[in-house]
């Protein structure tokens, strides 16, 4: 059974000296009472804001969801370029669909996140494997240490015939100046953070199967892949943890640039393209109309390089000790709803693909529309799921 409560949570690896200037994250709490738990998971895109109000009381019940445009430029690639910009948008975005600003859990995904799994054997002074664990992050995270923050959980612990302990830890590195400017945004709007958390964290808690595998079948990862505007999450599960987690230079738009550049279109042109587009099979002996061939050989030629992208991430995966064998991707975000997508990227990478169900660990309240854009909520739903 998949069992997340282990992950990491961003907001535990903010530095001490930091805490009075970001209270908020030690002491906003989530709304409700006797054993409820309210949470709004906010993801923040380069290309809209989304959110999923999420009471948690034994289980996860979905009460509201959200999205809205983001203006282009304010977040690249997962960083914020617009503080201030970013700040109003969040503001407008809150007040218009009355969203609590209490008990909000925010995710990001940058390339300047790290996520390894490592062992190290026989320390057991904390102090000492605290700091076994910071000469390892050296190694493991391509940040430098001293302008990161780090946080480290104890996966597992397995002892030798003499009693000697290897300890599986499970290490989480972000820069610093990404995270404080999330942080001065929400602060700015007047969004009390309850936590920030790793995209790739949250996609797992939404999407990953919790039924236990068969006892003759072999344990295999569980692979989820959210495909966003300008980038896309990557995250590989043991079934308990995340093992590996990745965020691909490869979104939506690189569709409708290859659409605008075969078919000289401008980019709003291409983009409705991309909407009406399909990957199936033209019926034998239907003719495909020139336009239409076009568009689907352009996304055809991109969805190869979101595929060479994919195999490199499993490939470096199954690389590492421990790794499991992979036996299917589970896809998310709104580029996933593209007609014969899942089957297209299956044929490019050989491993089956299909379509996540990003209410799978949530019970729907009456009223709340599940719109047919529900895969790009995927994230901010598991954003507000409490384990």
């Not at 809150?94 to 995904?109: D, N, T």
Request: charged share 25%.
């Amino acid at each position: 059974m998949v069992d997340l409560k282990k992950e990491i949570k961003l907001s535990d690896l903010l530095p001490k000296r930091r805490r009075r200037a970001v209270s908020a994250l030690q002491t906003s709490k989530p709304r409700g009472r006797r054993g409820k738990r309210e949470l709004v998971g906010l993801k923040v895109g380069s290309s809209q804001l989304a959110a999923a109000r999420v009471v948690n009381n034994g289980s996860a019940n979905l009460v509201q969801l959200a999205r809205s445009p983001l203006e282009s430029g304010i977040v690249v690639g997962g960083e914020v370029r617009d503080v201030a910009g970013l700040a109003g948008a969040l503001d407008r975005f809150f007040s218009e669909y009355g969203l609590p600003r209490r008990g909000v859990r925010l995710g990001i995904a940058t390339n300047r996140i790290g996520v390894r799994a490592f062992d190290i054997d026989g320390i057991d002074d904390p102090k000492q494997l605290a700091n076994a664990i910071r000469f390892r992050a050296h190694e493991a995270v391509s940040i430098p240490i001293d302008q990161a923050v780090l946080d480290y959980h104890i996966v597992s612990e397995t002892f030798d015939e003499e009693g000697a302990v290897t300890r599986k830890i499970l290490l989480a590195a972000a820069y610093r100046e990404s995270v404080d400017r999330f942080i001065e945004a929400c602060r700015a709007a007047k969004i009390e953070l309850y936590g920030i958390d790793l995209e790739a964290f949250a996609l797992l808690r939404a999407v990953a199967p919790v039924l236990p595998q068969a006892a003759d079948q072999a344990p295999s990862a569980v692979v989820a892949v959210s495909l966003g505007h300008d980038r896309s999450t990557l995250a590989i599960s043991d079934g308990a943890v995340c093992d590996f987690a990745r965020v691909l230079e490869w979104g939506g738009a690189k569709l409708e640039e290859a659409i605008a550049f075969d078919l000289r279109l401008t980019q709003d042109e291409a983009s409705q393209l991309k909407l009406a587009a399909t990957l199936e099979q033209v019926a034998e002996g239907e003719p495909e109309p020139e336009q239409a061939k076009v568009v689907r050989e352009a996304i055809e030629r991109e969805l190869q390089k979101l595929a060479r992208e994919l195999i490199a991430s499993l490939q470096f995966y199954q690389s590492q000790p421990g790794s499991l064998a992979i036996s299917e991707i589970l896809l998310s975000g709104g580029t996933s709803r593209l007609p014969g997508l899942p089957e297209e990227l299956g044929r490019l990478t050989r491993v089956p693909v299909r379509r996540a169900d990003p209410l799978a660990h949530v019970r729907l309240t009456k009223g709340v529309d599940a719109a047919e854009d529900l895969a790009s909520l995927a994230v901010a739903i598991g954003l507000g799921v409490e384990l």
